[in-house]
């Protein structure tokens, strides 16, 4: 039993899977949460497949040296068939580490929440010697990932 990547604590078979089979997400926060384990498992497919065909952006491909790490949301609400999330995203590409912060927008038609868009701003990490790796280890950067 695979912990889901989304970090809810649920099983991935309980959690986005099955939304990743095509069950509609019930919140813009669930739909959010589906789309970043998409983003950790580099399921292309379905991160189209969420993006509202206005928005959605042609040829779409992911940048599979990117090594999601962890995810925060820090708020989320609908208004009807409106929503919003904003989240905290880290991840690891190459030797350094990211975050992305950003504040989408969904909406909701026939049952389905898509994505329609964002603002995000994306920020290097540079973690001191001595505070906890960002890659989840537990142990120090200096022993780690910065050795």
Do not use: I
Request: charged share 30%.
């Amino acid at each position: 039993m695979t912990t889901c990547p989304c970090q809810s604590d649920l099983p991935y078979e309980d959690c986005c899977a099955p939304l990743h089979r095509g069950e509609p997400a019930s919140t813009p926060e669930a739909l959010m949460r589906s789309r970043y384990s998409a983003f950790v498992r580099n399921d292309t497919t379905y991160v189209a497949k969420s993006w509202h065909p206005d928005t959605r952006p042609t040829g779409l491909m992911l940048d599979d040296g990117d090594d999601w790490l962890e995810l925060t949301v820090l708020d989320s609400d609908a208004d009807g068939d409106r929503g919003r999330v904003r989240f905290r995203a880290l991840r690891r590409n190459g030797k350094g580490f990211s975050v992305l912060e950003e504040t989408s927008r969904f909406v909701r038609e026939d049952g389905h929440w898509f994505y329609l868009d964002g603002d995000s701003t994306v920020s290097n990490l540079k973690p001191g010697r001595n505070e906890p790796c960002p890659c989840g280890s537990g142990k120090k950067f200096k022993k780690c990932c910065a050795a």
